[in-house]
Every structure is written in structure tokens, then in C-alpha cells.
């Protein structure tokens, strides 16, 4: 006879696995976080923010915190999707995020999980930066405007493709996604558009070129179903695999 | 000042530590503003060496191996936090990790670390060499021991000051001669501040922690020039890693430049106050969490002073109306009064 091992999830019951984040707990039993930095297939970073839980009533990231027997987790508070709601609007006006005019648009997990979360305006002062677009790759674009340093390019690159093409530098508000090449340059380095770094952005600041607008706006991922759909519904062979 | 002055002791607690824990290898992490200290700590290591107090068989104690290395860093405020000091000295950028796992269970290269401030090693030595009951009777009952103070700003006697767990903030201010103050940066930027109030509040865990910092202004001193300054200095040393406190205090260090320069309305301490907040209970590590403080802590205390510096509006926008224009007169070449836009006040 085992004793199966639980969580209180916004007063629900819900079992876990040794080992279990409470993301992956909540995931397994059908309950969506909101997240942009974490992936199923990556280790968990921790660094957005967006799933930012109470546990035992301290603020946690549901992605990187184990789950353990007993925990009283709050995840769909008022509290809480207000946080998230902030979280979303600061990485809105720290980058330049135009939607309209972007060939994501539709398949963009940040602009999702903004509709998710009701986010209806930037509500700060938009900061405009200026930071520099790569063209350089014959068959990539990088586009700095729309990252959000979620660092999943830098850890698939690193990870999966073995070619660590990718890096943060700076600091603070100045850290910007650098590329591992002498020159800088994409076009440089050794990535390839069949690499799993071309394939993971959220956002649409890595873009596999000849692509953009082979679906219609209307017919995108998020045009059928809601972020939070989408995430329960992941297969991890086609994670990524969603260009516009 | 105990590196210069008391290296030995520290490296003593440090290898008492490596003595209980039984760890091979220790690293003092010096930041490298503290260069200069280098060689002089090269040679302490050494004269250890030659004493056998590091290397091999310490005092003859077989399997008590122990040494020490020096690991300079670039002088990034966050890597004086336990995990953040870790990444950098495995070389990585420095920010902090997620927890748990905690450095006593995964640290240095994911082996058990113990860190701790050169105080902290200090005083162990001195423990060692007087006992726990001798170090117990200094302080008070949830604050043991002493603790060092780096006195600095509006006071006759600055320097390094050091008293039992307990003392209240009005005796430190009698001793260093400091008069006419209006408050004190107790802690550092991410401490409190405080007021002629509160003198009789004391310095322990239980009541006013701190690092070890303590800056003295008197009523000459524009509080919110301090906290604007320290504003700025939260979003240069932010890491980066998460979006809070990335995004967040840059967005404080502009609301802050906003009020100071005469352009904040009462809409915007509303803002700063909920953002503030928002930083503190959403960033990943203590610099976020921290890093409104003195925002909070002043606009806590003297409201009155930051009402006074706002505009009668209900609203004011936040860009500069006349700054904007500065790119279109640049490429008309013109400069006139009618290039000029005045910003709007009521």
C-alpha cells in the first residue's frame, strides 16, 4: 500500500510525483499557470515571473519549487493574476512590441497570455529602446525589439543543439540577447533554421525567414484556443513547431 | 577593515568551518574594488601555509586537509548575495539562483557550500579562542555577539565603529558627534530610513538589522534626492534575471527623476507606491525584494515631503512635451521659440 503524496491547489487536491515542480504537478492534473519562460522540455529558469504562486503563503515560482506533501498552494487568486498582469505589461513596454504589424501575432505566447490575463493596456511609460534587429542569417531573423529574455534560445542552443549561439549580456534593463559569433552576427555563428534554438522562441524575436504570414491571422494557434488550452494540450514532439 | 587588519582571524574561522564541516577547499570572494588587498592576503595565506595552518595534515591532524584561494570579482552588488556569489565564482554571470535547492545542499560546482560574511568567520574564531558563553553575554537575547558599523555622512567622527547587539541608534549618533540630524540610512540601501523619531529604537534582528552600513544626514539633506539616488543605484545593480525587478526599478528610477524634477502628480505617488510594493513581493531574490525600501520606508515616515514637491494636477503625462520635439528641430534646424513646447501645468 503507498500513500499518495498531495498538494492543496486553490483548496483542490492534487497528487504529485517524486521530484514534481508544482508547475509539473499542476500541469499532470489539468491546471494551467500562466508562464513564458518555462518549457516543458528545458530545464526550469525561473526568471518571468508569471508563475509566481503562494505557497504556504510566500511567493513562489511554481515552475522551480518542489512540490511537496501537504503544501497549500494558491494559484487563481485576484492577488495573483494581478501580479501577472503587471509582469505582462513590464515586458510589454520594456521591449517594442507592435502586434499589429508583427508576423507572430497570433502565435506569440506573450500576446496570449496578455489576452489571458485581461491585460488591456501597457499602463507604464513604454521605455522605446533601441536595440539592434540581425538580418545577417540567410535564413534567420533576429529580432531584438520583441525579446523577452526568457532565455530559452540560449539554453536550447546550448542544450540541445550543442552550439551555444546564444547569451545575455548587460545588465539590468540594458541585458540584451548577444550572439556567440566573432562579429556578433548571427549570420556568423553556427546556427541553422533546423536548429531547436529557431524553433523555441515565445515571441517573435527569433524567425524562421520564409515563412511569415503562411497562416492567416484568424486561422493562428491562438485563434482556436486560449493560451492556457494550449499549454494543457502540448505535445512535446510539435512544442515550438508554430510559425506564422 | 577585517581583512586589512584581522586576516588571520577570519581565515582561522574560515578553516575552524573546513575543521566541522570537513570541506578541502575554501575561497575568499574579493571584490575587485579591493584589489589592493590582494597581495597582502596572498602573504597572510602563505605564512599559514608555512605554519601548517592550510595544506596538508593541519597541526598534524591526518585527513584535515584545507586551503584557500582568492577569487577576485568585477564588483557587482548582487554577488554579495550567497547564490549569485556562487555563479560568479564558478565563473558565470552573476545572478542568483533558484532555491531550494540551497548552497548547503548544492553550492560550489553543486557541492555542499557554507557562506558566510568575513564577520561571521570572525567572530567564529573569536569564539573559538573564548568560548560560546563569552561571545553569548554580548547582546541582547535574540542578537548575539556585536557588530561592526561602517559610520558614514553628516557626523564629526566617521569611520568604523563596533558595539554589542543592542545599541540604541541615538548612542551611535552621541558617539561619531553627529547633530542636527534629520534620519539614518540604517543598512544600507536596501535597509530602512529612519527618522529623529525613532533614535530609541535599537540596532539587533529583532528591531534594526543591518549589514553593517549606517549614513547619517542631517537637515541640510534633500530626502528625496537621497532616495532618488538610491532609486538609480538599484536599477544599475539589478542582474537582470527577472523581470520585476529588471523592469521595475528602472521604471522607480524614472518615476523618482520625474518627482524630483517637479513633473509628478499625486496619480503618480499612487503609482510608485503600488509598484514598489510589487517589486518587493514579486522579484526573485533580495535586491528586488529590497529594492524599494527606501521608497517605501521615506514615503512612510514624511508623506508631507513628498506631497510638497508634486503639482496640483490631477494628471501629468510621462514624457517631456518639449523633449519630444528635440528630433524634429534637429532635422529642421530650427531652434526658435516656436519649436518650443511648454509643458502644460494648471
Known amino acids: 500500500m503507498s500513500i499518495q503524496n498531495t498538494i492543496s491547489l486553490d483548496g483542490v487536491q492534487i497528487p504529485f510525483q517524486d521530484g514534481d515542480t508544482i508547475m509539473e504537478a499542476a500541469t499532470r492534473a489539468g491546471v494551467y499557470i500562466p508562464h513564458l519562460c518555462h518549457h516543458p522540455e528545458f530545464e526550469p529558469h525561473g526568471s ?39 509582469i505582462t505589461q513590464l515586458l510589454f513596454v520594456e521591449g517594442n512590441h507592435f502586434c499589429p504589424s508583427c508576423e507572430k501575432s497570433g502565435n506569440c505566447q506573450l500576446q496570449a497570455v496578455a489576452y489571458f490575463l485581461n491585460m488591456l493596456d501597457p499602463h507604464f511609460p513604454l521605455f522605446y529602446p533601441h536595440r539592434q534587429p540581425d538580418a545577417s542569417h540567410p535564413e534567420i531573423l533576429l529580432d531584438r525589439d520583441r525579446c523577452i529574455l526568457c532565455e530559452l534560445c540560449v539554453r536550447a542552443s546550448r542544450e540541445v543543439d550543442g552550439k551555444n549561439v546564444f547569451g545575455l549580456a548587460g545588465r539590468g534593463i540594458d541585458t540584451h540577447l548577444v550572439v556567440n ?24 524575436a527569433i524567425l524562421v525567414k520564409g515563412h511569415g504570414f503562411e497562416k492567416p491571422i484568424g486561422e493562428r494557434q491562438f485563434d482556436r484556443q486560449d493560451v492556457s488550452e494550449w499549454c494543457l494540450s502540448w505535445e512535446p514532439a510539435v512544442i515550438g513547431d508554430q510559425h506564422g | 577593515m577585517l581583512l586589512r587588519s584581522h586576516a588571520h582571524q577570519v581565515f582561522e574561522g574560515m578553516t575552524l568551518c573546513a575543521a566541522v564541516v570537513g570541506a578541502k577547499r575554501g575561497f575568499l570572494y574579493l571584490r575587485g574594488e579591493y584589489l589592493a588587498l590582494r597581495a597582502q592576503l596572498e602573504t597572510v595565506l602563505a605564512e599559514r601555509r608555512r605554519l601548517n595552518l592550510l595544506g596538508v595534515a593541519i597541526l598534524g591532524r591526518p585527513e584535515f586537509d584545507f586551503d584557500i584561494e582568492i577569487h577576485l570579482g568585477a564588483g557587482a552588488y548582487i554577488c554579495g548575495e550567497e547564490s549569485a556569489l556562487i555563479e560568479s565564482l564558478e565563473g558565470k ?12 545542499t548544492h553550492g560550489y560546482l553543486g557541492r555542499p557550500t557554507v557562506v558566510n560574511n568575513v564577520e561571521t568567520f570572525a567572530a567564529a574564531a573569536a569564539i573559538g579562542l573564548r568560548g560560546g558563553a563569552w561571545f553569548a553575554a554580548h547582546g541582547t537575547e535574540k542578537s548575539r555577539g556585536s557588530k561592526i558599523l561602517s559610520i558614514c555622512g553628516d557626523c564629526a567622527r566617521p569611520g568604523i565603529y563596533e558595539y554589542d547587539f543592542g545599541v540604541t541608534i541615538a548612542q551611535i549618533l552621541q558617539d561619531c558627534g553627529a547633530s542636527n540630524i534629520f534620519g539614518v540610512q540604517v543598512g544600507g540601501p536596501s535597509g530602512v530610513f529612519i527618522g529623529e523619531r525613532e533614535f530609541d529604537r535599537r540596532l539587533a534582528f529583532e528591531d534594526l538589522a543591518s549589514g553593517g552600513s549606517f549614513m547619517i544626514f542631517d537637515k541640510t539633506r534633500d530626502v528625496l534626492e537621497i532616495v532618488r539616488n538610491f532609486t538609480h543605484f538599484f536599477a544599475h545593480e539589478s542582474c537582470g ?20 524634477a517637479g513633473h509628478a502628480a499625486a496619480g503618480d505617488l499612487v503609482e510608485i507606491s503600488k509598484l514598489g510594493q510589487f517589486i518587493r513581493a514579486t522579484s526573485h531574490c533580495g535586491l528586488g525584494q529590497t529594492a524599494a525600501n527606501p521608497i517605501l520606508s521615506t514615503l512612510e515616515r514624511f508623506p508631507e515631503i513628498y506631497q510638497a514637491r508634486l ?36
Do not use: I
Not at chain 1, 505557497?55 to 494558491?74: I, M
Not at chain 1, 559569433?181 to 517573435?204: E, F, R, Y
Not at chain 2, 514624457?319 to 528635440?326: A, H, Q, T, V
Open chain 1, 48 to 86: 518571468c515571473k508569471l508563475c509566481t504562486v503562494k505557497v504556504n503563503g510566500r511567493n513562489c515560482s511554481a515552475c522551480t519549487f518542489p512540490a511537496a506533501d501537504g503544501q497549500q498552494v494558491l494559484n487563481d487568486t485576484e492577488e495573483l493574476n494581478g501580479a501577472r498582469r503587471t
Open chain 2, 93 to 104: 554571470r552573476g545572478t542568483p539562483r533558484n532555491r531550494p535547492p540551497y548552497p548547503v
Open chain 2, 241 to 260: 534575471f527577472c523581470t520585476p525587478c529588471r523592469v521595475g526599478t528602472a521604471l522607480l528610477r524614472n518615476a523618482l527623476d520625474k518627482l524630483c
Open chain 2, 311 to 346: 503639482k496640483s494636477v490631477a494628471f501629468e503625462p510621462g514624457f517631456d512635451l518639449d523633449g519630444e520635439l528635440s528630433t524634429a528641430r534637429r532635422l529642421t534646424g530650427r531652434d526658435d521659440a516656436h519649436a518650443h513646447l511648454q509643458q502644460e501645468s494648471v
Open chain 1, 181 to 204: 559569433s566573432a562579429s556578433g552576427l548571427l549570420g556568423d555563428s553556427a546556427m541553422a533554421a533546423t536548429d531547436k534554438a529557431a524553433q523555441v522562441c515565445p515571441v517573435g
